[in-house]
């Protein structure tokens, strides 16, 4: 039964049994204690815990997930994997046990022909904790499972957790027997490779804490029973397609035998190989899924997760075929078909796929050349040394300089029985991180000690900030700082820090930019400000440049903010407070505030969600904002201690610290908000806001960017004008375009895969002029051409044998055909069987040829293939060949 079929069943069987089938969460986790989402109840952690209400009292799904704890167990078990699917169902307080139990029994044991996966009762064993009575007596009296089949467990298999604290409870699961070719008797107690788990049924009562392992304390019930149910899909695939491994299964097995194609080597020849192949498979599938996710390559987090796995994957593609040849992209095309039928929307997303392991395959490339030298040469130095570790300093210096991961440098150190002075690499690392913090907020500050700033305060006394209702102000200097130290003056030309005794700026802070405008001494000079600070609560720190005379210490100044700008960020700072209630009416409470920043004519607001809004729902949040301004409700601030603001229901930004008394923005009672910035009088200022467009930037978070005012209007106007401008070139009705595209695209595509037949068939058609042209080298007769214009990677192994079919067997014959296809060449020879008789393979003519293209290739006696860089060396290449056989 196929991958697919699997998947279909279990949920159109819970679907008939009252479950709402519920789609895959993203692999980003909302939660944040965890990094990707490793189980398929991981989206459904807050009803458990009872945190929010569920939409449905029972629930199935097709959970996307990552594991990479094991990432050294994949390829070595039959069944460990970075990604893999869970099949679940769940009930939030609607059924227990009693109910869990016979479900996942009728469905796994009901025939194929009638909707189950027909697997003989007789292959089946399954555990409880081990003071579960109650779960053995459904197992033995409600299911009919004989007793002696079923065994009880400890904590370690069955007692199941998140890893961190949150729900858990005992579970129960069911075990696959493969046979006695896989180990012995006595079931799953006895041994785990042959009895493999296949799902496990989670009865989540209990609430644990913190603690390390299965030590932790249980804090108490949770609210209500619920059920947790994860039936490995892959794993469920092996045994219904009769093979030994997850990596051998319909879809995984698609990559695994094309790497295996790809690199020259044989699956089933070698283990060491067979384990690297099961890697790769394995790793592709995850870097894909991942990157459809939006997880791109990183150096922490779930960046470092998809760069680890991507990594692995190259290193041991390069192991495989002994060359530097990138095979990334086309496997992850394979993966990518392989898993279309399961998640369409691949497709979509397949050319943004590509951009990013390509990249990063060549980013890595470059990387290991570099590095690969300096390891060497420290290796060298090690042990000439007579140690056996490798220094912390090394590893650091190839971290820091070359971008070598950690566990690069951990496994080519192994490999030439070296170790790793791990701490020391740490320590180092932290360093280095200690020390780009403090430049960061230096950046931010200047160059200035913060002990000045200090001192500075001390001496004036806070800020008065004026700028709630002024934007002019007369003030006096209480502090100049020049290079990074306090000066009695600043000249013309000087860059300058300034701090007054009272000041119309606003100093950016929660998300709204810093004022720009003057300071000018009665006819002596001007201070341009450029940016505005607080180095420390209170103190305002006025950033800029001397335009012309000078400002000494004690002058009195004029102040003044360039009030268009100032209003233009209000706009948008109010403009901010709107969206964020909107999108709380849509998503709900959840949906909190992660940061925002306010400039003038645009915003951007980041806020916590499951998943995307979509157009539709953006639509409404867009439709919403712009209805409520046009109320002209009145913007109004009132000071109140925080405990009574929080009362009231203001919303708080999470994580931000705040004082006794509180400022609190209210827009009538649709907008209350703490918040210590500048506003809008009223609503109708804002005049529109358009929303531009959402975004993921990191897990759970969301981001949507919206113009406001005179900007939104542009941008509103210039659409129109564009769309216009289509609706004439199209010769269609604006409101019909979309259709109008749509049936233009697909014209499109068919007439583009009608061409690429075409010259498919083109190509194959050469073959019979092609094999007129063999000559005879040596004992062999040999044809040795580049492949037509145009020619793909595929089109040339085709056309190659077919070349090879039309020589014949009578005597020795090769066939070396080259191609360039995507700029890079490569170079396909297939011999036939009298060739090989007579020692020439394939395999040994590809690297020769190879190498003149300047990369590498292998593969069997019978056909191999490789590439390299330079297209310019493809008839040096097959002249390579020709004269190799024409020696004998
Ligand atoms: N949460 C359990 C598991 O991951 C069952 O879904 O195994």
């Known amino acids: 039964m196929e991958t697919a079929e699997i998947a279909r069943r279990f949920l159109s069987f819970f679907e008939k049994n009252g479950h709402t089938v519920v789609p895959s969460a993203s692999l980003i986790a909302e939660d944040p204690t965890l990094l990707l989402v490793p189980a398929g109840m991981v989206p459904f952690k807050p009803y458990f815990l009872g945190q929010r209400t569920p939409p449905h009292d029972t629930a199935t799904s097709v959970q996307k997930c990552i594991r990479t704890k094991d990432i050294e167990e994949v390829g070595k078990t039959s069944r460990h994997a970075t990604f893999f699917q869970m099949l679940g169902n769940f009930s939030f307080g609607d059924y227990f046990k009693e109910r869990a139990i016979p479900l996942a029994w009728e469905l796994v044991t009901t025939p194929v022909e009638e909707g189950g996966f027909g697997i003989d009762p007789e292959r089946l064993w399954v555990t409880v904790y081990l003071d579960d009575d109650e779960a053995e007596a459904i197992w033995r009296d409600k299911v009919g499972v004989r007793p002696e089949r079923i065994q009880r467990m400890g904590k370690e298999e069955n007692y199941w957790d998140m890893g961190v604290p949150g729900p858990c409870g005992p579970c129960s699961e069911i075990f696959y027997d493969r046979g006695p070719e896989y180990g012995v008797d006595g079931g799953p107690e006895a041994d785990e490779d042959r009895y493999i788990e296949i799902w496990n049924l989670v009865f989540m009562q209990y609430e644990r804490g913190e603690g390390s392992g299965k030590e932790y304390p249980i804090l108490g019930e949770l609210p209500k029973k619920n059920i947790d149910t994860g039936l490995g899909l892959e794993r469920l695939a092996a045994v219904l397609q009769g093979v030994d491994n997850i990596y051998e299964t319909d879809i995984i097995g698609r990559v695994l035998h094309r790497a295996a194609e790809l690199t020259g080597t044989r699956y089933g020849d070698n283990q060491e190989q067979d384990v690297m192949l099961r890697v790769v498979a394995d790793h592709v599938r995850s870097a894909v899924m991942l990157v459809g996710d939006g997880v791109r390559p990183g150096n922490e987090k779930a960046g470092y997760v998809l760069r680890r796995i991507l990594r692995r994957s190259i290193r041991n593609l390069r192991l495989l075929s002994g060359t530097e040849t990138a095979f990334l992209h086309e496997l992850t095309e394979v993966s990518i078909d392989a898993m279309k039928d399961i998640y369409p929307d691949l497709l979509d997303r397949a050319d943004v796929i590509h951009g990013v392991i390509d990249t ?472 036939n069987k009298a060739a090989q008789k007579a020692g020439i393979k394939a395999g040994e003519l590809v690297g020769i040829a190879a190498r003149a293209l300047g990369g590498g290739g292998g593969g069997k006696p019978d056909i191999a293939q490789g590439g390299g860089s330079d297209a310019t060396k493809v008839d040096e290449a097959l002249r390579a060949v020709e004269e190799r056989v024409a020696r004998g």
Do not use: W
């Open 360 to 831: 990063e395959e060549r980013n890595f490339a470059e990387t290991l050349r570099a590095g690969t030298a300096l390891f060497g040469r420290a290796a060298e130095r090690t042990r000439a040394g007579g140690g056996t570790v490798f220094s912390g300093t090394d590893a650091f210096q190839l971290h820091d300089t070359y971008g070598f991961p950690i566990d690069l440098t951990l496994e080519m150190a192994a490999e030439q029985g070296l170790s790793v002075d791990e701490s020391s690499f740490r320590e180092l690392m932290q360093r280095q991180k200690d020390t780009a913090k403090a430049d960061a907020r230096s950046k931010k500050l200047g160059n200035a000690d913060i002990s000045l700033y200090a001192r500075m305060l001390e001496g004036a006394g806070e800020t008065d900030f004026l700028g709630y209702t002024e934007s002019e102000s007369e003030s006096r200097v209480k502090g100049i700082v020049v290079d990074g130290v306090s000066a009695p003056a600043a000249r013309a030309g000087d860059k300058v820090e300034i701090v007054l005794d009272s000041t119309p700026f606003y100093a950016e802070s929660g998300g709204q930019l810093a004022d720009t405008g003057t300071l000018t001494v009665d006819g002596r000079g001007v201070v341009d400000v450029e940016d505005v600070q607080k180095p420390l609560p209170g103190l305002f720190v006025h950033r800029g440049t001397v335009r012309s005379g000078e400002v000494v210490l004690d002058d009195t100044v004029h102040a003044g903010i360039d009030t268009g700008r100032r209003h233009a960020i209000e706009r948008s700072h109010s403009a901010t407070h709107l969206i964020h209630s909107a999108l709380r009416n849509a998503l709900g409470p959840s949906a909190g505030q992660a940061g925002s920043e306010n400039r003038p004519g645009q915003l951007r607001f980041d806020f916590t969600a499951d998943s995307a809004l979509g157009g539709e729902r953006l639509a409404e949040v867009e439709e919403e904002v712009n209805t409520v301004l046009a109320g002209d409700i009145p913007v109004q601030t009132e000071e109140k201690s925080l405990d009574e603001a929080l009362k009231t229901g203001a919303m708080a930004m999470f994580g931000e610290k705040y004082g006794d008394r509180v400022r609190v923005v209210e827009m009538s009672d649709y907008s209350v908000e703490l918040c210590g910035g500048t506003h809008v009088p009223s609503t109708a200022r804002l005049g529109i806001v358009k929303l531009l467009g959402e975004s993921s930037i990191g897990s759970g978070v969301r981001r949507v960017e919206a113009a406001v005012g005179v900007d939104a209007f542009r941008r509103l106007s210039k659409e129109s004008t564009l769309v216009g401008q289509l609706s004439e070139q199209l010769k269609t009705p604006r409101e019909e375009l979309p259709e109008r595209i749509d049936s233009m695209v697909s014209r499109l595509r068919a007439a583009e895969r009608e061409i690429e037949k075409l010259r498919a068939a083109q190509v194959l058609q050469a073959a019979g002029s092609i094999a007129e042209g063999a000559r005879r080298h040596g004992a062999a007769l040999v044809v040795a051409a580049p492949a037509p214009e145009g020619a793909s990677g595929d089109d040339l192994r085709k056309l190659v044998l077919d070349v090879r079919g039309r020589l014949g067997e009578d005597e020795p014959a090769v066939v070396a055909m080259t191609a360039v296809p995507k700029d890079r060449p490569v170079v396909v020879i297939a011999t």
